[in-house]
């Protein structure tokens, strides 16, 4: 499985063994990482392996504890992101 940007401002993720983008769009390939570590740590499944559903709500999940107590992208990096 891999990580691809499928265009200049999201990204996705890719089963390269089926040729076929799933799952949620992240705004780029840190996030995509962030968020497969996040689920490799409280899941254990193989993002593939996790019905479309399931995976959706794995990804608020994730989006919730990101946001809970650390700065914005916009905090660290200025209002350009």
């Not at 890719?14 to 996040?38: I, K, M, N, Q």
């Not at 499944?45 to 479309?52: F, H, L, M, T, V």
Request: with cysteine; charged share 35%; aromatic share 12%.
């Amino acid at each position: 499985m891999g990580v691809r940007i499928s265009d200049r401002s999201n990204v996705c993720l890719y089963c390269s063994t089926e040729g076929v983008a799933f799952g949620p769009v992240f705004r780029d390939a840190y996030d995509a990482h962030e968020f497969l570590d996040w689920l490799t740590e409280n899941d254990g499944r193989d993002a593939r392996e996790i019905p479309g559903g399931s995976l959706e709500n794995l990804f608020r999940e994730w989006q919730e504890e990101e946001r809970d107590g650390d700065k914005t992208d916009t905090e660290i990096y200025g209002a350009g992101v």
